[in-house]
């Protein structure tokens, strides 16, 4: 039934570290999106893609890769995590420009 | 470059009351502006969506108004309950963006109403 998923929903480790947020979504959509929830609880967009083909990444450092195997699903690599990774990572999805759904949010806890 | 803001950081208001939230964005030229709620801990569920030609959105208790030469959107709830306790947040597609569906949001007003 849940329109947007991620998991895992918690995850703690350690600096240095690499790990993988994983996201899928069952609406047919053709965009999907990984956004950034600060200590401060503000939102940025980090990366969209369309169809499978990268279309906004907003300067994120190179050792966050997302990969779109294909339109259902977008993953975040990260790799030598850092203690300012922690956040809320949040993926959603839309047709194009048009309204769009987030799934519930993983919790990275980088200590 | 495009900045939303959202006035006041917070509220608490007695049950029953109608309230507004407001929404303010610095550039007139977006094309779609969508309001969200986030419950704590929880991820943010779509409320309304205006598009850029339009004026207004309803859902229940809920109406959306879009005034973009102003560059500015109201979020009204009539009758709040406790349960719509949540942090309420605004978002615009800037023009520049509408192939891309970059959302652009503002910090959000947390909302409290009291029984």
């Known amino acids: 039934d849940t329109a947007v998923s991620q998991t895992p929903k918690y995850l703690v480790t350690q600096m240095g570290n690499d790990k993988s947020i994983k996201c899928e979504q069952n609406?047919?959509?053709?965009?999907m999106y990984w956004y950034k929830q600060d200590s401060k609880k503000f939102l940025k967009i980090m990366f969209s893609y369309n169809n499978k083909e990268l279309i906004i990444n907003e300067t994120v450092p190179n050792r966050f890769s997302p990969k779109s195997p294909d339109k259902a699903h977008l993953n975040l690599h990260i790799n030598s995590l850092e203690l300012g990774d922690s956040a809320v990572y949040f993926c959603?999805?839309?047709?194009?420009?048009?309204?769009?759904?987030f799934g519930p949010g993983t919790r990275l806890t980088v200590l | 470059k495009q900045e939303v803001t959202q006035i006041p950081a917070a509220l608490s208001v007695p049950e029953g009351e109608n309230l507004v939230l407001n929404c303010s964005f610095t550039?007139?030229?977006?094309?779609?502006l969508q309001w969200f709620r986030q419950d704590p801990g929880k991820g943010l569920t779509s409320l309304l969506l205006?598009?850029?030609?339009?004026r207004e959105q309803t859902s229940g208790r809920l109406n959306a108004s879009l005034d973009k030469s102003s560059g500015r959107s109201t979020l009204y709830i009539a009758a709040s309950q406790p349960g719509d306790s949540a942090t309420y947040l605004c978002a615009v597609i800037p023009d520049t963006s509408s192939n891309t569906g970059k959302l652009i949001f503002g910090q959000g007003t947390t909302l409290q109403v009291k029984p």
């Open positions: 205006i598009q850029s030609s339009q």
């Open positions: 959603a999805s839309s047709r194009t420009s048009d309204e769009q759904f």
């Open positions: 550039d007139s030229a977006i094309y779609n």
């Open positions: 609406l047919g959509h053709d965009t």
